[in-house]
C-alpha cells in the first residue's frame, strides 16, 4: 500500500514556475514508478509525465515536453515536478500516482492516487 501527498500548487504569473512535491509513505517507494497527471475543471484526467523507479526512464506529454521536469529522491520518497514558463491552459488540479511496475501514460493503469493540489496561472 502507498500514501501519496502532493503539495507546492498555487497560484502563479504565465511564465512563472512552480515545484510540486510528492511524499510517498511506504517501505518501497523506490521500486515504484512515479506519474504526474492533472485535470481541469470539465475535462478528463490526463497525462503530464511519468518516472520509472531508478529515475533513468521518463515520459513526457507533448504539451509540457520541454516546460515541465519530473525527478525523484529515493532517499526521501519524493518525487518533483519542475513547471516552468507556466500558461494558463497548465490550470488544473495536479495529481500524484504510484504503480509498482513499469511507468505507462494509461491514466487507468495506476494504482495509487493523492488527493490533488491545485495550479492556477494567470495571463
Known amino acids: 500500500q502507498v500514501q501519496l501527498v502532493e503539495s507546492g500548487g498555487g497560484l502563479v504569473q504565465a511564465g512563472g514556475s512552480l515545484r510540486l512535491s510528492c511524499a510517498a509513505s511506504?517501505?518501497?517507494?523506490?521500486?515504484?514508478?512515479m506519474g504526474w497527471f492533472r485535470q481541469a475543471p470539465g475535462k478528463e484526467r490526463e497525462f503530464v509525465a511519468a518516472i520509472n523507479w531508478t529515475g533513468g526512464i521518463r515520459y513526457y506529454a507533448d504539451s509540457v515536453k520541454g516546460r515541465f521536469t519530473i525527478s525523484r529522491d529515493n532517499s526521501k520518497n519524493t518525487v518533483y515536478l519542475q513547471m516552468n514558463s507556466l500558461k494558463p491552459e497548465d490550470t488544473a488540479v495536479y495529481y500524484c500516482a504510484a504503480r509498482p511496475m513499469s511507468i505507462t501514460k494509461a491514466t487507468r493503469e495506476w494504482d495509487y492516487w493523492g488527493q490533488g493540489t491545485q495550479v492556477t496561472v494567470s495571463s
Open positions: 511506504g517501505r518501497t517507494f523506490s521500486s515504484y514508478a
